[in-house]
């Protein structure tokens, strides 16, 4: 009899990886990281090893993967897709259990020669089987239950480094460097040897995956649209997940736009064509066919060679461009392929080799605010530290205040943390079921956690950023680089190194520290000679003297590049009237709109901005002031005026000038709130629309009229 209690937990597991099954191969949406879905999967099946009586004919541990979506047509693979057994240790002994394994089943005595495997990554995307019919691809299914998949050969297409037809050119846009281009020894000897034509049918199976770059790219684009207020988007937890959710997307024209590369490793139903003896061949053909292979693939005999290219792999993960969860260890013959055969849903003579996980589970402490040396502001998730992607993370960036928003991550939640290659680690999701009760809201600060100064929010951006430029801590080693470079105060000899340097060391906290240095504090710094020491004061005494929009231009302003500082400078002629502009007045000198008007009136309102530039003045910065420029008329300012046909004089391009000096904005199309349209010979649709809107009609003498400040009819 088998306890209750172990029968409770059997049925528990079972209903448990259904669900998440369902979550993850169907709806492209897993609630748990893998390796706590992993850990699920081993206990039942040692349950059910332990107490055959337990198995079920449908769990989990059966199957394989999850169900076809009914959205899509239903493909029967000719040939199942299977899974492949996992060597959940991940030490060196996973390879060499495997090797016994194999050798046990096959009947070896110990000094029979060594097995000859193909070692491979263990890419982490999508399986695709790809049909192809006399060379041309007919038909691209995913793995579904393994017996039946689905159809989304439109999506596929899509995907560059899948060849449409074979056998008439190399497939069309090799990966670059390195990883996935097929490789050229193999080709070539393939191409002299006989009979490598693709056989009339053709099934080849192999990943689709996002590369991490393209990855980072798509969430970035992502968030940049959630913040822009567009509904129904999101991030991705993953590359696996953005793959899976590309390639299993109803709208082809969406599934283009997701950048997806494609590794070929296998093969289904193959008629005709040459013979092949081992995996190797095989690999090899399909290369020379026009698909991608990975580089990475090698031949390796014996266990201790499995055991080298696992620790190599391990050792390359993190720069590899893409996810891998591990490797995968092949016998190379076919003969001895057939020989060893299948269990349930797993073919004996392959293995995977897993690495530690790149997600795992931990806990929120706090969520901090980090400031960067631009002065925005990152909040970052401190957490309980938890061994992910092999090593220890105790951090984790949250982008931004909307982020954290749409994943809704407080402290004390139980979080997946996701760490692959050199990105930095990532809080992708938060387990809301076991979320503690009265965890509070997040939200950002209203002023910088470093410096106090207030920490704003431009409208349409999604990063707070500290507004307290010139005296912020965070932002010194920046702000002091944009003011000595070359367009601002031209201070000759201040590089990245040496600001470093003079930061680190505590020299130099705010700008003026630069000109109170003197001789005997520079070279007290090391490395610093006399003579570079007496170089480095000469410019700063240079500098000194300087213009309005340089010093402007200098003090790093958000917005404010250096034709805008001249802009600010001629129209107001002196600093103060700058620093005590209201943001209408700011709005008054061309080309300034409303969020650059409000960054220089933010910048100018924090005190200790203010107080850092009075230093500078103090320590004998200047430059000649001027009155503000006396302001052209602007008769037309608010107006908004449509050009239609061709005037008697003026060119469509003089008269917009003429009209934007005058203050009007000039646009294309004519609507409610068009004040006048400028009509000349052969008008068109505009002047039929501004008659049936009653707005009015001018001619070229109508405008200059207008222009002038006289009623213009
Ligand atoms: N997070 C969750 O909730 C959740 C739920 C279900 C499954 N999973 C994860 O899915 C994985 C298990 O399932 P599976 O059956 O899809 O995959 P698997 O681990 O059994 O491996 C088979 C798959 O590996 C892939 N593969 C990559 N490189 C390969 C190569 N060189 N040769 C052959 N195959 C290669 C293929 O897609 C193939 O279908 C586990 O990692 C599990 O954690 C996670
Ligand atoms: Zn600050």
Same mark, same amino acid.
């Given at each position: 009899?088998?306890?209750?209690?172990?029968?409770?937990?059997?049925?528990?597991?079972?209903?448990?990886?259904?669900?998440?099954?369902?979550?993850?191969?169907?709806?492209?949406?897993?609630?748990?990281?893998?390796?706590?879905?992993?850990?699920?999967?081993?206990?039942?099946?040692?349950?059910?090893?332990?107490?055959?009586?337990?198995?079920?004919?449908?769990?989990?541990?059966?199957?394989?993967?999850?169900?076809?979506?009914?959205?899509?047509?239903?493909?029967?693979?000719?040939?199942?897709?299977?899974?492949?057994?996992?060597?959940?240790?991940?030490?060196?002994?996973?390879?060499? #259990?495997?090797?016994?394994?194999?050798?046990?089943?096959?009947?070896?005595?110990?000094?029979?020669?060594?097995?000859?495997?193909?070692?491979?990554?263990?890419?982490?995307?999508?399986?695709?089987?790809?049909?192809?019919?006399?060379?041309?691809?007919?038909?691209?299914?995913?793995?579904?239950?393994?017996?039946?998949?689905?159809?989304?050969?439109? #999506?596929?297409?899509?995907?560059?480094?899948?060849?449409?037809?074979?056998?008439?050119?190399?497939?069309?846009?090799?990966?670059?460097?390195?990883?996935?281009?097929?490789?050229?020894? !193999?080709?070539?000897?393939?191409?002299?040897?006989?009979?490598?034509?693709?056989?009339?049918?053709?099934?080849?199976?192999?990943?689709?995956?996002?590369?991490?770059?393209?990855?980072?790219?798509?969430?970035?684009?992502?968030?940049?649209?959630?913040?822009?207020?567009?509904?129904?988007?999101?991030?991705?937890?993953?590359?696996?997940?953005?793959?899976?959710?590309?390639?299993?997307?109803?709208?082809?024209?969406?599934?283009?736009?997701?950048?997806?590369?494609?590794?070929?490793?296998?093969?289904?139903?193959?008629?005709?064509?040459?013979?092949?003896?081992?995996?190797?061949?095989?690999?090899?053909?399909?290369?020379?066919?026009?698909?991608?292979?990975?580089?990475?693939?090698?031949?390796?005999?014996?266990?201790?060679?499995?055991?080298?290219?696992?620790?190599?792999?391990?050792?390359?993960?993190?720069?590899?461009?893409?996810?891998?969860?591990?490797?995968?260890?092949?016998?190379?013959?076919?003969?001895?392929?057939?020989?060893?055969?299948?269990?349930?849903?797993?073919?004996?003579?392959?293995?995977?080799?897993?690495?530690?996980?790149?997600?795992?589970?931990?806990?929120?402490?706090?969520?901090?605010?980090?400031?960067?040396?631009?002065?925005?502001?990152?909040?970052?998730?401190?957490?309980?530290?938890?061994?992910?992607?092999?090593?220890?993370?105790?951090?984790?960036?949250?982008?931004?205040?909307?982020?954290?928003?749409?994943?809704?991550?407080?402290?004390?939640?139980?979080?997946?943390?996701?760490?692959?290659?050199?990105?930095?680690?990532?809080?992708?999701?938060?387990?809301?079921?076991?979320?503690?009760?009265?965890?509070?809201?997040?939200?950002?600060?209203?002023?910088?956690?470093?410096?106090?100064?207030?920490?704003?929010?431009?409208?349409?951006?999604?990063?707070?950023?500290?507004?307290?430029?010139?005296?912020?801590?965070?932002?010194?080693?920046?702000?002091?680089?944009?003011?000595?470079?070359?367009?601002?105060?031209?201070?000759?000899?201040?590089?990245?190194?040496?600001?470093?340097?003079?930061?680190?060391?505590?020299?130099?906290?705010?700008?003026?520290?630069?000109?109170?240095?003197?001789?005997?504090?520079?070279?007290?710094?090391?490395?610093?000679?006399?003579?570079?020491?007496?170089?480095?004061?000469?410019?700063?005494?240079?500098?000194?003297?300087?213009?309005?929009?340089?010093?402007?231009?200098?003090?790093?302003?958000?917005?404010?590049?250096?034709?805008?500082?001249?802009?600010?400078?001629?129209?107001?002629?002196?600093?103060?009237?700058?620093?005590?502009?209201?943001?209408?007045?700011?709005?008054?000198?061309?080309?300034?709109?409303?969020?650059?008007?409000?960054?220089?009136?933010?910048?100018?309102?924090?005190?200790?901005?203010?107080?850092?530039?009075?230093?500078?003045?103090?320590?004998?910065?200047?430059?000649?002031?001027?009155?503000?420029?006396?302001?052209?008329?602007?008769?037309?300012? !608010?107006?908004?005026?449509?050009?239609?046909?061709?005037?008697?004089?003026?060119?469509?391009?003089?008269?917009?000038?003429?009209?934007?000096?005058?203050?009007?904005?000039?646009?294309?199309?004519?609507?409610?709130?068009?004040?006048?349209?400028?009509?000349?010979?052969?008008?068109?649709?505009?002047?039929?629309?501004?008659?049936?809107?009653?707005?009015?009609?001018?001619?070229?003498?109508?405008?200059?009229?207008?222009?002038?400040?006289? !009623?213009?009819?």
């Amino acid at each position: 009899m088998i306890p209750a209690k172990l029968r409770e937990r059997a049925d528990a597991l079972r209903e448990l990886l259904h669900h998440h099954a369902h979550q993850y191969y169907v709806l492209d949406a897993p609630e748990l990281p893998d390796a706590e879905y992993d850990k699920l999967f081993a206990e039942l099946q040692s349950l059910e090893e332990q107490h055959p009586e337990l198995a079920t004919p449908d769990s989990p541990t059966r199957r394989v993967g999850g169900k076809a979506l009914d959205a899509f047509a239903k493909v029967r693979h000719k040939v199942p897709m299977l899974s492949i057994r996992t060597e959940t240790d991940i030490e060196a002994s996973g390879a060499r #259990n495997f090797d016994a394994r194999v050798r046990r089943e096959l009947g070896l005595k110990e000094d029979d020669p060594p097995i000859e495997y193909v070692a491979e990554l263990k890419f982490d995307g999508l399986a695709i089987n790809l049909r192809y019919e006399d060379g041309v691809l007919v038909q691209a299914a995913t793995r579904g239950d393994g017996e039946i998949g689905e159809d989304v050969t439109q #999506n596929i297409r899509t995907v560059g480094q899948i060849p449409l037809r074979l056998g008439e050119r190399p497939h069309p846009n090799p990966p670059s460097e390195g990883e996935g281009a097929t490789p050229k020894h !193999s080709l070539s000897r393939l191409r002299e040897r006989a009979g490598v034509r693709v056989p009339p049918i053709l099934e080849v199976r192999g990943e689709v995956y996002m590369r991490r770059d393209d990855f980072e790219r798509l969430n970035e684009l992502q968030r940049e649209k959630i913040a822009r207020g567009a509904k129904n988007e999101k991030t991705f937890v993953n590359p696996r997940n953005a793959a899976a959710g590309a390639v299993r997307q109803l709208d082809p024209a969406i599934a283009r736009q997701r950048p997806l590369s494609f590794y070929a490793y296998g093969w289904g139903e193959i008629e005709g064509g040459p013979a092949f003896e081992t995996h190797h061949q095989l690999l090899q053909a399909l290369a020379a066919w026009g698909f991608p292979v990975s580089q990475r693939t090698v031949l390796a005999r014996g266990a201790e060679e499995l055991v080298a290219y696992h620790q190599a792999v391990g050792r390359e993960r993190d720069s590899l461009p893409f996810d891998i969860d591990g490797v995968v260890y092949k016998v190379n013959s076919l003969a001895l392929q057939k020989q060893l055969g299948f269990v349930t849903r797993e073919p004996r003579w392959a293995v995977a080799h897993k690495f530690p996980a790149q997600e795992q589970l931990t806990t929120v402490e706090s969520i901090d605010v980090y400031v960067g040396r631009t002065g925005k502001l990152t909040p970052v998730a401190r957490l309980v530290p938890v061994f992910v992607g092999g090593v220890t993370v105790t951090n984790a960036t949250l982008h931004n205040e909307d982020e954290v928003h749409r994943k809704d991550v407080r402290v004390g939640d139980t979080v997946i943390v996701r760490r692959a290659g050199d990105v930095i680690p990532e809080v992708v999701a938060v387990v809301p079921d076991r979320r503690v009760p009265g965890a509070q809201e997040f939200h950002m600060p209203a002023t910088c956690p470093v410096c106090g100064s207030a920490a704003v929010r431009e409208e349409g951006e999604a990063d707070h950023r500290c507004t307290g430029g010139l005296f912020c801590g965070a932002q010194r080693k920046h702000a002091i680089l944009h003011f000595a470079q070359r367009r601002a105060m031209d201070i000759e000899g201040l590089g990245e190194k040496l600001v470093d340097q003079m930061v680190d060391a505590g020299v130099i906290r705010v700008l003026p520290d630069l000109y109170r240095l003197g001789l005997q504090g520079l070279v007290a710094l090391e490395r610093m000679g006399d003579k570079s020491a007496q170089n480095l004061l000469a410019a700063l005494e240079k500098s000194k003297s300087t213009t309005l929009p340089r010093f402007l231009y200098g003090l790093g302003i958000r917005h404010v590049g250096e034709s805008t500082a001249r802009d600010l400078a001629r129209h107001f002629g002196q600093l103060d009237r700058i620093m005590d502009a209201s943001v209408e007045q700011l709005l008054e000198v061309a080309d300034v709109g409303p969020v650059v008007a409000e960054s220089i009136h933010a910048f100018f309102e924090q005190p200790h901005n203010r107080e850092v530039i009075e230093q500078l003045r103090a320590c004998g910065l200047h430059w000649e002031e001027g009155e503000p420029a006396v302001q052209a008329p602007r008769p037309l300012a !608010s107006k908004t005026v449509v050009l239609t046909g061709t005037l008697p004089a003026l060119s469509r391009d003089e008269a917009k000038e003429l009209l934007e000096a005058a203050g009007a904005k000039v646009a294309g199309s004519v609507s409610k709130k068009t004040d006048y349209v400028v009509a000349g010979a052969e008008a068109g649709s505009k002047l039929d629309k501004a008659r049936e809107l009653g707005v009015p009609v001018l001619d070229e003498d109508g405008l200059r009229r207008l222009l002038s400040g006289a !009623s213009p009819t």
